[in-house]
Nanobody, 124 residues
Framework: VQLQASGGGLVQAGGSLRLSCAAS????????MGWFRQAGGKEREFVAT????????YYADSVKGRFTISRDNAKNTAYLQMHSLKPDDTGVYYC??????????????????WGQGTLVTVSS
């Protein structure tokens, strides 16, 4: 599967953005999806993950209550809706996919497929 992330941009603190991750190929519904982010000089960190059907979602504590991960299997697309953005949310956001039956995948090593990243900049 090939992944194309989009939707990043510059936003003021308190604002909102919605990221999209479009997947090519078949069987999108067989992939667990995840969002990760990487700020300058830091390791890539987990943000959110969603099960194949979309019935189970999990979030990093830092974004819980502000971000929502979702997916539309008919459109082969996953989303990350971000509200109440903070300067600490600044970074390159990556979507990731991995076929499997797990409800969630939290670690970069669990994913074999990655998008190219989209930059989110939150100004104070």
């Amino acid at each position: 599967v090939q992944l194309q992330a989009s939707g990043g941009g510059l936003v003021q603190a308190g604002g909102s953005l919605r990221l999209s991750c479009a997947a090519s190929g078949r069987s999108f519904s067989s992939y667990v999806m995840g969002w990760f982010r990487q700020a300058g000089g830091k390791e890539r960190e987990f943000v959110a993950t969603i099960s194949r059907s979309g019935g189970n979602t999990y979030y990093a504590d830092s974004v819980k209550g502000r971000f929502t991960i979702s997916r539309d299997n008919a459109k082969n697309t996953a989303y990350l809706q971000m509200h109440s953005l903070k300067p600490d949310d600044t970074g390159v956001y990556y979507c990731a996919a991995q076929p499997g039956y797990a409800e969630s995948m939290y670690y970069t090593r669990e994913y074999n497929y990655w998008g190219q990243g989209t930059l989110v900049t939150v100004s104070s």
